[in-house]
């Protein structure tokens, strides 16, 4: 069992900044990918960004490109997630995943696929 804690969410006026941490814990070698989804009332979940662990490499959906980096620390078991630029429609539930990706990084970011998820953290842009 991986268990997956964010942090780092808050309110932010537009156009500013955050930076959400997710840290796992428990058995983390079960997995080799964590990715970042969004989730906002009455709406289905929405796949952010992702990141292979052993490697760096990241996938972004097209509306978070060059505004959003996911990154990661190995020893830490931690993926970041450093928002800017936002904006109110950015405002959201932002959960953290994990699981083993077999090259499907993309597939499983766009379904979203995930077995691990943790509690999410609010994100709140206010114009």
């Known amino acids: 069992q991986v268990r997956l804690v964010e942090s780092g969410g808050g309110p932010v006026q537009t156009g500013g900044s955050l930076r959400l941490s997710c840290e796992a814990t428990g058995s983390t070698s079960s997995s080799n990918c964590m990715g970042w989804f969004r989730q906002v009332p009455g709406k289905e979940r929405q796949g952010v960004a992702g990141?292979?662990?052993?490697?760096?490499?990241?996938y972004y959906q097209p509306f978070a490109k060059g505004r959003f980096t996911i990154s990661r620390d190995k020893a830490k078991n931690t993926v970041y997630l450093e928002m800017n630029s936002l904006k109110p429609e950015d405002s959201a539930m932002y959960y953290c995943a994990a699981e083993w990706c077999k090259d499907d990084l993309i597939f499983r970011i766009i379904s979203p696929r995930f077995t691990y998820w943790g509690q999410g953290t609010q994100v709140t842009v206010s114009s």
């Open positions: 990141i292979y662990m052993y490697n760096g490499v990241p």
